[in-house]
């Protein structure tokens, strides 16, 4: 930090007022235009999200439905002991590991080999649907390629076991269905 002010006091003595102000309002109009820039990249990735989020989901899920799922999400913690159990005095409990639920999925039940079976459990609109979408979303736009497919399917739907059916046989063992139960 000190070099860049020496460097900085250096410029100004040199070419005065007019040149160090010359500068300064080119590095501002810089990150000025940096900051537009990265500002598009955004908008330009999450519409493209969107897409690949619309063109996958679809007959299952609609635009609106995606929309308002993704738009204002924010993310649950999940908990290895139930809540109702955490304070019972007969527990064995030293604490209750809470962390944010999608990261637990990503980083740990999707790492694991072997049959594993996970079921989320909450009332009607506590946003079991909004947080299966999100866990898609981000399990597909991961930074390093996903290992697995992924597939997200409404239970109930009609003809639902004829999409699960038409996954190829090859492509099986390496796809991980989620199930929302309409």
């Known amino acids: 930090m000190k070099e860049i002010f020496m460097a900085l006091q ?31 990249l955004r908008k330009v990735w999450n519409s493209a999200r969107q897409r690949a989020l619309l063109r ?26 139930a809540p109702s159990k955490a304070e019972e005095p007969r527990r064995g409990y030293a604490f209750a590991a809470r962390e944010n639920t999608i990261s637990f999925f990503l980083k740990k039940a999707f790492k694991q080999d072997g049959a594993q079976f996970y079921i989320i459990l909450a009332d009607s609109g506590m946003g079991k649907t909004t947080f299966l979408i999100n866990l898609y979303l981000r399990y597909l736009h991961q930074f ?6 992924m597939k997200l399917f409404p239970l ?10 038409s996954i190829a046989k090859d492509e099986q063992k390496n796809t991980i269905l989620l199930f929302r139960c309409v």
């Not at 390093?144 to 497919?149: E, H, I, R, S």
């Open 156 to 165: 109930g739907w009609p003809n639902i076991d004829q999409e699960i059916e």
């Open 144 to 149: 390093f390629a996903p290992k697995y497919q």
């Open 10 to 40: 250096e410029l100004f003595t040199r070419s005065g007022w007019h040149g160090f102000a010359g500068i300064l309002s080119l590095i501002v109009t810089f990150f000025g235009a940096f900051q537009v820039l990265w500002s598009l």
């Open 56 to 81: 996958d989901l679809h007959p299952f899920y609609t635009p609106e439905d995606i929309q308002r799922a993704t738009q204002y999400y924010v993310e649950t913690k999940c908990q290895n002991v």
